[in-house]
C-alpha cells in the first residue's frame, strides 16, 4: 500500500508564498505516475489544481494559473507545489495523488490558512 505524506502548509497572509511537499513511500517506478495536488475547502471535495506528467507536462486549474508551479523529484519520490500570490480562496487542505484517476488512499494532508 503506497503512503503518501503532505507537509509544509500553514499560516499566510494573503499575498504570501509556501512550499508543499508530497513524499510517496512503499512504491517503485514513481516516475511511471501522473501526479496531481488537490485541495478540499471545508464541506467540498477533493478539487485537482494542479498536475504533471511522466514527461513533466504541467496542467493547472484557471484559478492558480500563474500562481502556483508543480514540479516533482522522481529520485525522492517527491512532488512539489510552490504556491504564491495566496488569497483567502486558496485555504484548503492540501493532498497529492495520482491524476488523473486517483490510484492511492488519500494522506493525512496538509492546511493552508490565508488570513491576515
Known amino acids: 500500500q503506497v503512503e503518501l505524506v503532505e507537509s509544509g502548509g500553514g499560516l499566510v497572509q494573503p499575498g504570501g508564498s509556501l512550499r508543499l511537499s508530497c513524499t510517496a513511500s512503499?512504491?517503485?517506478?514513481?516516475?511511471?505516475?501522473?501526479m496531481g495536488w488537490y485541495r478540499r475547502a471545508p464541506g467540498e471535495q477533493h478539487d485537482v489544481v494542479a498536475s504533471i506528467t511522466q514527461s513533466l507536462s504541467t496542467n493547472y486549474k484557471d484559478s492558480v494559473k500563474g500562481r502556483f508551479t508543480i514540479s516533482r523529484d522522481n529520485a525522492k519520490n517527491t512532488v512539489y507545489l510552490e504556491m504564491s500570490g495566496l488569497n483567502s480562496e486558496d485555504t484548503a487542505v492540501y493532498y497529492c495523488n495520482t491524476w488523473p484517476v486517483r490510484l492511492w488512499s488519500w494522506g493525512q494532508g496538509t492546511q493552508v490558512t490565508v488570513s491576515s
Open positions: 512503499r512504491i517503485f517506478h514513481f516516475s511511471a505516475y501522473s
